[in-house]
Nanobody, 126 residues
Framework: QLQFVESGGGLVQPGGSLRLSCAGT????????IGWFRQAPGKEREGISC????????NYADSVKGRFTISRDNAKNTVYLQMNSLKAEDTAVYYC???????????????????WGQGTQVTVSS
């Protein structure tokens, strides 16, 4: 059964950093594109970054470009999201998701992603 275990969320002050992890269980991430999404209260889910595991090709939303970095460790079957220079507006539940539906680049929309983690809360507050 394909599942994710997400971890790394928590409370951090503005300007701080967190690293989220998304570990796959029951399948190998090698041939999937993995996306990170977030949803703040009262807002729509937002795609913020994705990576194609086999190629390392990445994509970022403008809202996080230059602050967040996505990476993968195929040996550990895990994708990471390093988040630096965090802002209050980054507060949300963060989800990782997987899809086999991608071409030369992965997409930051929810529809292609059929497998989702349970989410991890990130709160940026002083």
């Amino acid at each position: 059964q394909l599942q994710f275990v997400e971890s790394g969320g928590g409370l951090v002050q503005p300007g701080g950093s967190l690293r989220l992890s998304c570990a796959g269980t029951g399948f190998t991430l090698d041939y999937y594109a993995i996306g990170w999404f977030r949803q703040a209260p009262g807002k729509e889910r937002e795609g913020i970054s994705c990576i194609i595991s086999v190629s390392g090709s990445t994509n970022y939303a403008d809202s996080v470009k230059g602050r967040f970095t996505i990476s993968r460790d195929n040996a550990k079957n895990t994708v990471y999201l390093q988040m630096n220079s965090l802002k209050a507006e980054d507060t949300a539940v963060y989800y990782c998701a997987a899809t086999l539906d991608y071409g030369g680049s992965c997409r930051l929309i929810s529809a292609p992603y059929g497998y989702w983690g349970q989410g991890t809360q990130v709160t940026v507050s002083s």
